[in-house]
């Protein structure tokens, strides 16, 4: 994996402003149950980093004060840190949103019987990833079997009431492209993913979220080795619609990386582009944001941003046309 990607120099992306914190995203840690072909954090079962205590005091100690409504938890397997119940019980107790962001499998990993009813039972939002719904594709990018574990975990979160009308509890799935190209339109694949699931193993869910893949970290690394990154990157530019650029996420949300630091978003974060304290010059922690004005910090860009302005647009939300 490299740490600095050719998509950072001379970037033409324009600036963007910033607008009040809404979203924290927190990144709880690399430690994953799966090494997925198009992950942009690396993630995988031999991953250390875990986010401490410490570092989840300070995030509740933000969220208590500020007006912050949701709380986006992710990895790795956000649910692997041991931490991780305790964090989405507290934000509940403060009233905020929580979304988990699992990738399904988890939900039949050993020790993890009950995540499920627990999930539930705080009404957390579920975002899980299905970068297809057809077996062989879903298998060649996350694993051998992991698209029939899904398939059990999403049968477990309707059996508890998960897109059940009334139930108050969201299940939105999430949509990779297999390759260097753009998602296909979300609502007609949105429609497709419904028909197959619920014909062949009465799924339900809620949305689908297509998500174009980042030319970073796993995925960058796949794309430098087959001589494509350079041409994925072209692709990328000259799909960028400007209509996207007012509702990319960075405009209203931060990530926070397992260490307590802050970055724009969590592509930033992989690729290690802090923002600063704006007096000492120094990396931005999560202890620090009740002290800063964050209007007065730029939003940092680089190339690897058209990947959110690109075609129907992309962000933890889905597409933004």
């Known amino acids: 994996m490299l740490d600095t990607w050719p998509l950072l120099k001379n970037s033409v992306f324009p600036g963007l402003q910033r607008k009040p914190l809404e979203i924290l995203q927190v990144n709880l840690g690399y430690l994953c149950n799966q090494s997925c072909l198009h992950c942009h954090v690396n993630a995988g ?7 401490t205590q410490t570092s989840i005091d300070d995030i509740l100690a933000l969220l208590q004060n500020s007006g912050i409504h949701t709380l986006d938890l992710t990895g790795g397997a956000p649910e692997m840190n041991p931490l991780f119940r305790n964090l989405v019980q507290q934000a509940r107790a403060l009233g905020k949103k929580v979304i988990d962001r699992c990738n399904l499998s988890i939900l039949s990993e050993p020790g993890y019987e009950d995540l499920t009813d627990f999930l539930a039972a705080q009404q957390v939002e579920v975002v899980a990833s299905l970068p297809c719904y057809l077996e062989d594709n879903v298998d ?6 992991v698209y029939q574990k899904s398939i059990d975990g999403l049968k477990k979160l309707n059996a508890a009431g998960y897109a059940k009308p009334g139930s108050g509890l969201t299940l939105n799935l999430v949509y990779n492209p297999l390759g260097p190209y753009l998602p296909p339109g979300q609502q007609t694949l949105e429609k497709d993913y419904k028909k197959f ?11 689908l ?5 980042m030319p970073i970290a796993r995925f960058g690394s796949t794309l430098l080795s087959q001589g494509k990154f350079e041409e994925y990157m072209n692709l990328l530019k000259d799909s960028m619609n400007l209509a996207n650029i007012e509702g990319v996420m960075c405009k209203n949300q931060l990530s926070i990386d397992w260490q307590g630091y802050v970055y724009d978003c969590d592509f930033n974060q992989m690729l290690k582009l802090n923002l600063h304290h704006p007096e000492h010059g120094e990396k931005l922690h999560i202890r620090d944001l009740r002290d800063v004005d ?4 730029d939003i940092i860009v680089a190339d690897h941003c058209f990947g959110c302005t690109a075609g129907q647009g992309s962000s933890c939300g889905g597409a933004l046309d």
């Open 140 to 145: 060649g990018q996350r694993g051998k079997g």
């Open 197 to 207: 699931l619920l014909e062949h193993f009465d799924i339900h869910f809620n949305q």
């Open 209 to 213: 979220f297509t998500i174009t893949n």
């Open 45 to 51: 079962p031999n991953r250390k980093e875990a986010m």
């Open 294 to 297: 964050l209007s007065k910090l």
